[in-house]
């Protein structure tokens, strides 16, 4: 079963606005954690933000804001002033469990997002 | 301030040839992960090593498929008697000793691999 679910293929804002990029996800275990990826044209994989399911406050770093809602299973990431550099694909990945030998991350398919000047 | 290291970038290989990917670890770290991505999809976890360990290969085809990571040297993934369907972009990430519950892995660039 899908663990991971990004339900818009392809997303498109202006520059200089906001952009909210969904992701669902699904797990019984209570310790978990969630990232955001990008991935331009280039290929390589840029981690951008990171959320563990104990964070009392969403996590932010720079333009990248993760709207985690617990209880509706989501964790949604905010890019704010959207730059043409933006564009690209966008994954969401959760790693199941706190500790031990249980880190491999789980992977959506992905968010393409285009930034239009 | 080298970061993960894959190589080679691009690799073509006929039908039934081997397939050698290579990986090294950012600096300092211990742990390696290979995922494959196929065209138009996310990535797909094979196989977490440690040094001299296979931790986890939950995601490792049965057969053809083989990874290690010894104790001096890049972590290799190595495919036996390519097929067409084994397509797709390896990416091999790394993290560090775990400490804690927030860590992050790190990517290479991937290696394409083409089955001609």
């Known amino acids: 079963a899908q663990k991971i679910t990004q339900t818009q293929p392809g997303m498109f804002v202006q520059e200089k606005e906001a952009v909210t990029l969904d992701c669902t996800y699904d797990t019984s275990d209570p310790s978990y954690g969630l990232f955001w990826y990008k991935q331009p044209s280039s290929g390589e994989m840029i981690f951008l933000i990171y959320q563990g399911s104990y964070d009392q406050q969403n996590a932010t770093e720079g333009r990248y804001s993760l709207n985690f809602q617990k209880a509706r299973k989501s964790a949604n990431l905010v890019i704010s002033a959207s730059q043409l550099g933006d564009s690209a694909m966008y994954f969401c990945?959760?790693?199941?469990?706190?500790?031990?030998?249980?880190?491999?991350?789980?992977w959506g398919l992905g968010t393409s997002l285009a930034v239009n000047p | 301030n080298a970061g993960v290291m894959q190589n080679p970038r691009h690799l073509v290989r006929r039908r039934g040839q081997e397939a050698r990917l290579r990986c090294s670890p950012m600096?300092?770290?211990?742990?390696v992960y290979w995922y494959r991505q196929l065209p138009e999809e996310g990535l797909k976890f094979m196989v977490y090593l440690q040094k001299e360990n296979i931790i986890d290969e939950s995601g490792m085809p049965k057969e053809r498929f083989s990874a290690e990571f010894p104790k001096e040297g890049p972590s290799i993934l190595r495919i036996q008697q390519v097929v067409r369907g084994d397509s797709a972009a390896y990416f091999c990430a790394s993290s560090r000793t775990w400490r804690g519950d927030t860590y992050e892995q790190y990517f290479g660039p991937g290696t394409r691999l083409t089955v001609t």
């Open positions: 600096k300092g770290h211990s742990h």
């Open positions: 990945a959760m790693r199941e469990g706190f500790a031990g030998n249980n880190r491999k991350l789980i």
